[in-house]
């Protein structure tokens, strides 16, 4: 059992500590552990005596994956645009061509909310089946006020009808929308919309806890971000940032400045960033999935990042353009192969940093007494097998609170 004890969140070395017990038990009551430890002291408590029990078999449990950035909403995939970075295009030539972003938007605004419900509770079912507890879901192929809050409304409705925890972020400055380019003002005019409109609207019908901006080349500058972020802000919004993914604009020393909860991809961070993070309660989420199906060279470079002390978490970065993959155990995989984090730091950051990205670390992410008793079980023998067997899904159940949402051994459920 990997309790994952201690308060969070983890830097440095404190990443790799999982807090083992190699013969563990969990005592579960109303949705809470209830107790947590050596088999035999939990076994030997007076409720533990009537209380139903089940037998894992020597099998690995951790906690819940805490999947802090996903795009969960969408109509449809982007197979299309799939082939033609494979021939050679770049995701930049391809967005400008009406692809990419633009493309999903296209395809989301003609969609009716059934058609995007059903589409997206089945992705939920997957992420449960890979471990996943907890997920957070940004809006952004909207990006005009009815199918932002179209959007954002389906989070919350889904939240209600199925288990996992859904936690909800306005990204409605993911691109400028078609119909506002083309014009010097276009730009300022849908920021305008989103400053004095969409943000009131999103805050006063409490749809989301935070705001997002993509600040990157082709996207929204650092002064534009800022607007966006501080109209947030003032209507309770909590900043998050898309950062220095495709260029280096400075965006993760605003999200540092601004006091960001977290910025995330960094794949073109340099060392002045690295050390603003370290220095900063700013979580750096990384998003392997993108990069490995972009087919880029370049990852985020995790292992300065831990040395230096910063915050580091994993995500899926779940989309139809760039990571459609629901599978963190396979966000696992890239971690260690590519970012060089060990398996143990990888799970950390998948789990306690993943749940204080989205300010959940006292209810999830770890094991401990008075927690959410969100659970994930793996057929493995030793936790480093989570990532070891890459492509593979060795999840044999999953637990959200105190309820079996996944099993692979069907009698479980």
């Known amino acids: ?35 947590v430890g ?14 139903e029990k089940l037998d894992l078999g020597g099998r690995v449990v951790l906690p819940g994956f ?13 197979a299309e645009e799939y082939e033609l970075k494979i021939a050679g295009a770049s995701y930049v030539e391809i967005a400008r061509k009406g692809g990419g972003i633009l493309n999903s938007v296209k395809k989301l605004r003609a969609a009716t909310s059934e058609a995007l419900k059903l589409r997206a509770r089945r992705a939920l079912g997957q992420f449960a089946a890979y471990g996943t507890t907890t997920v957070e879901a940004k809006s952004g192929y909207g990006l005009d006020v009815a199918s932002e809050l179209k959007i954002l409304r389906l989070h919350k409705e889904l939240a209600a ?13 993911h691109v400028v929308p078609a119909e506002y380019r083309g014009t010097p003002s276009g730009a300022k005019s849908y920021i305008a919309l989103l ?11 409490k749809l989301a806890e935070f705001c997002d901006v993509f600040c990157d080349r082709g996207a929204f500058t650092v ?18 940032v898309h950062a220095e993914q495709l260029t280096r604009l400075g965006a993760t020393q605003l999200a540092v400045k601004i006091g960001a909860v977290s910025c995330d991809h960094l794949e073109q961070i ?9 220095k900063s309660q700013t979580v750096a989420t990384l998003l392997p999935g993108c990069d490995f199906h972009l087919g880029l060279a370049k990852y985020a470079p995790a292992r300065k990042l831990i040395d230096a002390g910063a915050i580091v ?24 192969s590519a970012l060089r984090m060990t398996p143990a730091e990888a799970i950390t950051a998948a789990t306690i940093n993943g749940a204080y990205a989205l300010r959940r670390e006292k209810h999830a992410g770890s094991l401990g007494v008075g927690k959410l008793a969100d659970l994930a079980v793996f057929e493995v023998a030793d936790y480093r097998e989570i990532p070891y067997y890459f492509g593979m899904n060795t999840c044999w159940m999953t637990m959200k609170r105190g309820v079996v949402v996944h099993a692979a051994d069907k009698t479980k459920a």
Request: aromatic share 2%; with cysteine; net charge positive.
């Open 66 to 78: 805490v999947d802090s950035h996903t795009h969960l909403i969408h109509a449809a995939s982007r």
């Open 223 to 240: 002064e534009q971000s800022r607007q966006i972020l501080e109209a947030g802000k003032r209507h309770g919004l909590a900043p998050r």
């Open 1 to 35: 059992m990997l309790t994952l004890r201690g308060s969070g969140p983890r830097r440095g070395a404190a990443l790799a500590r999982l807090g083992i017990v190699k013969d563990g038990a969990l005592l579960v009551r109303d949705g809470l552990i209830a107790a």
């Open 313 to 336: 978490a994993l995500a899926t970065d779940y989309n139809p353009g760039t990571s459609p993959t629901m599978s963190m155990p396979m966000i696992l995989s890239l971690a260690c």
């Open 38 to 51: 050596m088999r035999a002291k939990v076994e030997a408590l007076a409720d533990a005596k009537s209380a």
């Open 195 to 205: 400053r004095e409109k969409l943000i009131p609207e999103v805050a006063g019908e």
């Open 161 to 173: 009808e199925q288990p996992l925890d859904i936690v909800s972020t306005f990204l409605g400055a």
């Open 270 to 278: 340099h060392s002045n960033d690295i050390a603003a993070l370290a």
